[in-house]
């Protein structure tokens, strides 16, 4: 709800968090996270939103037409992914795990070459440097060290940018994360933290796995966190780059959480139904992030049907080019696998290799 004209909002736990924009499309502002936007840079957060949505879904269709592996969804997590991927610099890097497609996508990141790496059909995904968005990582945690280190490189070499790193409610229970706060903050690195608490680590709860808000962990490292309300583009725009701004600035590191939902399930291999409940859902889905936008879009006039249809087409053919790309990848040569674990030959992937190739040969023979 939101307290006469001020932007903080509350959830079922009283926990307040900074909003700029109400689930009925409201605009509010905020003291400390100002934030003025032209109609353009509207309507451009919005075709993120859109389009990251429906390559998702196409990629969830893949992935049970069996064209991929595994699919992790992030429809619900549109807000935070494109307001804090958009926050970032070209020169800025960025640390992901490995649902953060919408933030991919600001950076320029081909979709098709996200689906490739859960295809199996890229080995790794992309150049990491041409876009200055590391590679996915599936085991939660390590990427805040990643980052961490990067941010501490970088601090030394006097570059004037900030590192963004991502994890979720889950993955702050890891011990990589508490690590990696403790060598941010002792060394004042230009990171920036960024937990999606969508509220279920797989099926365990984040009632489980906190008694207090997670952004309140900072406090005991001696940086500054936040709650945002991950749900609101603009709100996850404004604290983003408020907290990349001061990184830079030599401030040091910063905590944001994004309370947020995930609509789908974890991955292609869930099934969230066995664990919550479709009441709980519904009342997330009043607090759709894109129709948020797109409420304010039409009242304020910043957008009409013309301008929404033309989006909705981009998002059909953006998924039929995804959907053709992904159908028409090459299989990779089974020994891929080991030709790039090392940038140098390795007696033990070598020896690997060979045994490998012997048994291939053997089911061949037996073939």
């Known amino acids: 709800m939101i307290r006469g004209d001020e932007s903080v909002a509350e959830i079922p736990d009283h926990t307040p968090m900074i909003q700029l924009l109400t689930p009925e499309g409201e605009r509010v502002s905020h003291p400390d996270y100002p934030l003025d936007t032209t109609a353009e840079e509207l309507r451009g957060l919005y075709r993120d939103m859109a389009l990251t949505r429906r390559f998702d879904a196409e990629a969830t269709a893949l992935q049970r037409q069996g064209e991929l592996g595994l699919w992790a969804s992030c429809l619900g997590q549109e807000a935070a992914q494109i307001g804090s991927g958009r926050a970032t ?4 890097y960025v640390f992901p795990c490995y649902r953060e497609h919408g933030t991919a996508w600001t950076r320029g990141v081909d979709p098709l070459r996200l689906m490739g790496l859960y295809r199996g059909a890229n080995n790794g995904g992309w150049d990491p440097n041409e876009n200055n968005f590391h590679l996915y990582t599936l085991v939660i945690g390590p990427p805040l060290l990643h980052a961490v280190g990067y941010a501490m490189g970088v601090q030394r070499d006097g570059a004037d940018m900030a590192v963004l790193s991502y994890f979720g409610d889950g993955a702050s229970s890891q011990g990589d994360v508490a690590e990696a706060f403790t060598f941010a903050t002792v060394n004042n690195a230009p990171v920036v933290f960024f937990c999606q608490n ?4 797989i099926s365990t709860p984040t009632s489980v796995q906190t008694r207090h808000p997670i952004y309140r962990r900072s406090a005991g490292w001696g940086f500054p966190g936040v709650r945002v309300d991950g749900n609101d583009v603009l709100a996850c725009l404004a604290v983003t780059r408020h907290a990349l701004e001061r990184a ?5 590191p910063m905590l944001i959480e994004a309370f ?5 399930p974890h991955a292609t291999s869930d099934d969230p139904t066995r664990y919550r409940t479709d009441a709980e859902r519904a009342e997330w889905e009043r607090r759709d992030p894109v129709e948020r936008l797109r409420l304010y879009l039409v009242a304020s006039g910043q957008a009409d049907d013309a301008f929404f249809a033309e989006v909705a087409e981009e998002g059909e053919k953006l998924a039929r080019r995804v959907r053709e790309g992904v159908r028409s990848m090459p299989d990779p040569a089974p020994t891929d696998l080991f030709d ?3 940038a140098e030959e390795h007696a033990v992937v070598a020896e ?3 045994d490998f190739l012997a048994f291939q040969e053997s089911l061949a023979a037996e073939g």
């Open 89 to 92: 610099r070209p020169e800025d």
């Open 198 to 201: 969508n509220q279920w680590a």
């Open 248 to 252: 830079r600035a030599g401030e040091g």
């Open 260 to 264: 947020t939902y995930r609509m789908a």
């Open 340 to 342: 790039h674990v090392y």
């Open 352 to 354: 690997e290799r060979a």
